[in-house]
């Protein structure tokens, strides 16, 4: 088996979930934290995504993946397929997949909020969500009619569904817009996993897969952002790669009975990692398979407000359990202040 690539704005879960299933790896990512060095080469890329091209020409694979938000450039993922093969889909296939109306017109069967182009034709009655269908993340959600889309507001849990070609793996809350993390408001911030579902829910998500594989011919890794509202679940897109949430599905199948999640912890003022800084977070962070604190940036690295600085985990018996044990890591044990500000973080400790 030769070496596979792994690339997008953060590499680091699955190029680590591609070494815990044997294979050689090496990535190249936005970040390139010390973590992620750590256990594979990987190589920081500044010009994004356009910058993946020379890297995959120079790495030496035999086959590569993708993270987010490399869907949304379905010409630069042609053109690194044309390099060597990729796990994934191709551009084809994310330009059908990514586009709201598409999704709309082909989940008949399914609940779908409705979504419209983006006029200048005023208010639409009711909530609405403005939506650009090119981040990741939460990235393009507003209020505001900005983008090119809108999308009904569906009120309800965030929850997300992980797929390996059509094989339902798992539900997962999605943490959204939480406060504690210094996310904003529609900013994706962490994961729970396994979420209770039903039998019926089950049986809906097994049947979502099957038809996302047979209309999109989706192959590999997915994931589905779901609403869920009272006992049904609204579709609000897919997410055709390597989701944020699938290192806790993984974890959660492979240990049965216990709950676990994690949290990324944005900056809510800019700082500049130190030395004592990062040993901290080094000597917290754990294992590879398991880690309890990751993505660890290096000496020096300068993050400016609202970008992401850690990524902290935690397991225990019941979702809240894991979103209460989360929220102790996330604060200093002496106030309610969020983790980014700079003088806190090096209080960050794992809760007992």
């Known amino acids: 088996m030769g070496t596979l690539g792994v690339v997008g704005a953060s590499a680091r879960a699955a190029a680590q979930a591609q070494l815990r299933a044997g294979r050689r790896v090496v990535a190249a990512d936005v970040f390139a934290d010390v973590d992620l060095a750590a256990v594979c080469p990987v190589t920081r890329i500044t010009d994004y995504p356009d910058g993946f091209l020379p890297w995959l020409r120079q790495a030496g694979c035999s086959r590569w993946m993708y993270t987010g938000g490399l869907e949304n450039y379905p010409a630069v993922v042609d053109a690194m397929a044309a390099i060597c093969p990729v796990e994934g889909q191709h551009g084809p296939q994310l330009r059908r997949v990514r586009d709201p109306l598409v999704l709309q017109e082909v989940l008949t069967g399914f609940q779908f909020p409705e979504?419209?182009?983006?006029?200048?034709?005023?208010?639409?009655?009711?909530?609405?969500?403005?939506?650009?269908?090119?981040?990741?993340?939460?990235?393009?959600?507003?209020?505001?009619?900005?983008g090119p889309y809108r999308q009904r507001w569906i009120p309800g849990l965030s929850l997300a569904a992980v797929y390996h070609g059509g094989q339902f793996w798992g539900l997962s809350q999605q943490l959204v817009g939480a406060t504690w993390t210094g996310a904003a408001r529609f900013q994706y911030c962490g994961?729970?996993?396994?979420?209770?579902?039903?039998?019926?829910?089950?049986?809906?998500?097994?049947?979502?897969?099957?038809?996302?594989?047979?209309?999109?011919?989706?192959?590999?890794?997915?994931?589905?952002?779901?609403?869920?509202?009272?006992?049904?679940?609204?579709?609000?897109?897919?997410?055709p790669r390597y989701t944020a949430s699938m290192e806790i599905v993984e974890q959660a199948r492979e240990s049965a009975g216990t709950v676990f999640g994690k949290a990324i912890l944005f900056a809510t003022s800019s700082l500049t990692v130190s030395a004592e800084l990062q040993q901290s977070w080094l000597r917290q962070a754990g294992t590879a398979s398991w880690p309890q604190l990751a993505d660890i940036p290096p000496v020096g690295r300068e993050i400016a407000r609202g970008q992401p600085i850690c990524t902290i985990y935690a397991?225990?018996?019941?979702?809240?359990?894991v979103v209460h044990a989360l929220r102790r890591t996330a604060y200093r044990t002496d106030g309610f202040s969020p983790a980014g500000v700079p003088h806190q973080i090096s209080h960050i400790t794992h809760p007992t």
């Open 115 to 146: 979504t419209r182009v983006q006029t200048s034709a005023g208010a639409l009655p009711g909530q609405w969500l403005s939506k650009t269908y090119r981040g990741s993340g939460g990235a393009g959600v507003s209020t505001l009619p900005a």
């Open 191 to 239: 994961s729970v996993a396994p979420w209770p579902l039903s039998a019926q829910w089950e049986s809906q998500l097994k049947r979502l897969g099957a038809v996302l594989c047979e209309e999109f011919q989706l192959e590999g890794w997915y994931g589905v952002d779901l609403r869920a509202a009272g006992d049904q679940f609204w579709i609000v897109e897919v997410n």
């Open 315 to 321: 397991s225990a018996a019941t979702p809240t359990a």
